[in-house]
T-cell receptor, first 113, second 114 residues
Framework: DVKVTQSSRYLVKRTGEKVFLECVQDMDHENMFWYRQDPGLGLRLIYFSYDVKMKEKGDIPEGYSVSREKKERFSLILESASTNQTSMYLC????????????FGPGTRLLVL | GNSVTQMEGPVTLSEEAFLTINCTYTATGYPSLFWYVQYPGEGLQLLLK?????DKGSNKGFEATYRKETTSFHLEKGSVQVSDSAVYFCALSDPFQGAQKLVFGQGTRLTINP
């Protein structure tokens, strides 16, 4: 079974802090994704990566950056956390191809005070 | 741009009732369509998918048919169980968008009462 793990289930940070969210997948998938999930808005794509050191902006990249130094690991960075970044963050991975299933981690619930 | 619209929730049903969750989409190309489910405290997992018009995806008693003429992918189940209580997301992936970006609907929360 594909396993996608996220470094924390819950995080509490203060406004202005730099926040790192880590995601690791164990199935050698090319694609990795970061989404945020907010009630009534579904999931919105922040950034994705289709190869090591490659990244592309999603629909809501402002205030975020990403890093993919190894194929299995994709990090989301909040350079200076703000209260409007309080949300559930979900990581996913998939093989290449638009018909492929995305596999999701359990999510990190981030609270920014 | 591409978009997915799901019926508003929450939806509450009794056990063994018939379920329909409506999903319609707008896409520039010929998308693949997905239903994902999120059980309490978990991430999303694929429930079913269909990759071309008139395909029917099915899993765990759920099914959905890709209807190009009505741009719809409604989720149905003939007899729901308490264990089906979850949030359901309809999504599409459009090959003309490049890579594999999923566009999600807003989600429909389903509660099944015994």
């Amino acid at each position: 079974d594909v396993k996608v793990t996220q470094s924390s289930r819950y995080l509490v940070k203060r406004t202005g802090e730099k926040v790192f969210l880590e995601c690791v997948q164990d199935m050698d998938h090319e694609n990795m994704f970061w989404y945020r999930q907010d009630p009534g808005l579904g999931l919105r794509l922040i950034y994705f990566s289709y190869d090591v050191k490659m990244k592309e902006k999603g629909d809501i990249p402002e205030g975020y950056s990403v890093s993919r130094e190894k194929k299995e690991r994709f990090s989301l960075i909040l350079e200076s956390a703000s209260t409007n970044q309080t949300s559930m963050y979900l990581c996913a991975s998939s093989l290449g191809g638009y018909q492929e299933t995305q596999y999701f981690g359990p999510g990190t619930r981030l609270l920014v005070l | 741009g591409n978009s997915v619209t799901q019926m508003e929730g929450p939806v509450t049903l009794s056990e063994e009732a018939f379920l329909t969750i409506n999903c319609t989409y707008t896409a520039t190309g010929y998308p693949s369509l997905f239903w994902y489910v999120q059980y309490p405290g978990e991430g999303l997992q694929l429930l079913l998918k269909a990759t071309k018009a008139d395909d029917k995806g099915s899993n765990k008693g759920f099914e959905a048919t890709y209807r190009k003429e009505t741009t719809s992918f409604h989720l149905e189940k003939g007899s729901v169980q308490v264990s089906d209580s979850a949030v359901y997301f309809c999504a599409l992936s459009d090959p003309f968008q490049g890579a594999q970006k999923l566009v999600f609907g807003q989600g429909t929360r389903l509660t099944i009462n015994p």
